[in-house]
């Protein structure tokens, strides 16, 4: 389904349809990424509890692409996001973002503190601390932008695959392997490139500061091989100590394709307990 969202025509897809007497989870994916990566088995045993809307973020998927280079930064994204769900009638809803997504989920929770119950953060960091880190990864991310618009979304792609960051998805089934390729290259090359100009992690707000305001019940959760985001999760606990981390067993940095049944606990665990 579609939606104009402030001027801006958003995909989004609940999984498992619609009951208004259970409470709604959105979930949003990572860069390069739609809101298929979310249907899996998980998602079908997990809607028995939940409603799961899914949401192409702008940039991605069959949302629009060519409009004004702001609306990527990440507080008018987040804007269009809340418009949905009022638009849909959730008065509150909780969250589920994995990496680039789970920067937008943090995001929303801090700027919408009243709309949000649970989170979920999977692979995700408050931004980088400190006008040097800042920089270096804007000039790392302006390099990948003019790369995707030089040579095309498959050199692009061939080349995101070997970063050191997806190597466990190495280890997944092939065909499974093949989907999350085949959904990479279906980006449109300069939707990417904005996103990586106006929402990457070097622009986006250092939320470093504001983990402490942090309301909703939060959860990290993280692969036992990620170790980057590992030692993230564990400066942010530190940062605000009523974060938990769960990390999970033989997984990288996409937990919920890489052990799809382990994630599925994790959910129970976090949305289902008292």
Avoid at 117 to 132: A, H
Avoid at 169 to 183: D, G, V
Avoid at 186 to 192: A, N
Wanted: hydrophobic share 40%.
């Amino acid at each position: 389904m579609k939606s104009n969202l402030n001027g801006v025509i958003y995909y989004y897809e609940w999984f498992s349809g619609y009951c208004p007497e259970r409470p709604t989870i959105l979930c949003l994916h990572g860069f390069t990424g739609t809101s298929q990566t979310f249907a899996g088995s998980f998602t079908t045993k997990f809607s028995e509890h939940y409603n799961l809307l899914a949401v192409d973020l702008l940039g991605h998927g069959q949302t629009q692409v060519f409009v004004h280079p702001y609306r990527y930064q990440m507080d008018c994204l987040c804007k269009d996001l809340v418009a949905l769900t009022d638009e849909l009638g959730l008065s509150s809803f909780s969250l589920i973002g994995y990496s680039m997504g789970a920067r937008v989920a943090l995001a929303l929770t801090l700027l919408f503190p009243g709309k949000i119950n649970r989170v979920l953060l999977e692979g995700g960091s408050p931004g980088l601390q400190g006008s040097f880190a800042r920089a270096q990864r804007q000039r790392t991310d302006q390099q990948l932008a003019i790369r995707l618009l030089s040579q095309g979304i498959r050199p692009f792609v061939d080349s995101w695959e070997q970063a050191p960051l997806f190597a466990t998805q190495k280890q997944l089934p092939r065909a499974l392997q093949m989907k999350i390729r085949k959904e990479r290259l279906s980006q449109q090359p300069l939707g990417l490139a904005c996103s990586l100009w106006y929402m990457g992690t070097g622009v986006q707000p250092d939320f470093w500061s504001n983990l402490s305001d942090l309301q909703p019940t939060v959860t990290l959760v993280v692969g036992e091989y990620d170790h980057k985001f590992i030692e993230i999760a564990k400066q942010m606990k530190q940062r605000q100590p009523k974060l938990t981390i769960i990390i999970v067993p033989d997984a990288g940095h996409c937990v919920h394709l890489e052990k799809p049944t382990e994630f599925l606990s994790v959910l129970q665990t976090v949305f289902l307990k008292e």
